[in-house]
């Protein structure tokens, strides 16, 4: 009985903690975390970063308090289009290509699924953010 509490014991003793992603200083929602705003700090948080290199470029989505892991929602690619911004749509569909303009109804960075508001026909649609701040609209 002996043996088998110092072998828990032990292995208790011997559990790592993996490095986490921390911020050195709170950042507030659209910030763009730079490698000097992040540090590592030993924890163990599921659902968080565990290296700066995935973090350092990145945009908060939320107020990121100093000390505090950072968790894989919190952050996200910095934002192409903001909202009220006049953008150019793209649609695509049978061989068909339509470009018009529309304004930004909410942020969204590349990859991102944002409402737009057609100027002509002042409908509301959805597209995805492209790399070159367009548009392109979904059916």
């Given at each position: ?7 828990c014991?032990?292995l208790v003793?011997?559990?790592?903690f993996a ?6 200083r709170t ?6 975390i ?6 590592l700090?030993?924890g ?6 565990d290296r700066?290199?995935?973090v350092a470029g990145?945009e908060?989505r939320?107020?990121?308090y ?7 929602d919190?952050?996200?690619p910095?934002a192409l ?6 953008v150019?749509l793209h ?10 303009d ?6 969204g960075g590349?990859?991102?699924r ?6 002509s026909?002042?409908s509301t649609l959805?597209?995805?953010?492209q790399?070159?701040g367009?548009v392109?609209v979904?059916?």
């Open positions: 009985m002996r043996h088998a509490l110092a072998i014991m032990c003793a011997n559990s790592a490095d986490v992603v921390t911020p050195v950042l507030r929602p659209g910030a763009l730079s490698e000097s705003d992040l540090a700090k030993s163990d948080k599921p659902g968080a970063f700066i290199s995935d990145q908060a939320t107020a990121l100093a000390g505090r892991p950072i968790a894989f919190a952050i996200g910095p289009v903001d909202r009220n911004q006049i150019s649609f695509e569909a049978n061989g068909l290509m339509i470009t018009t529309g304004r930004a109804l909410e942020r590349i990859g991102d944002v409402r737009i508001m057609n100027l026909s002042r959805f597209g995805f953010v790399s070159d367009t392109k979904t059916q």
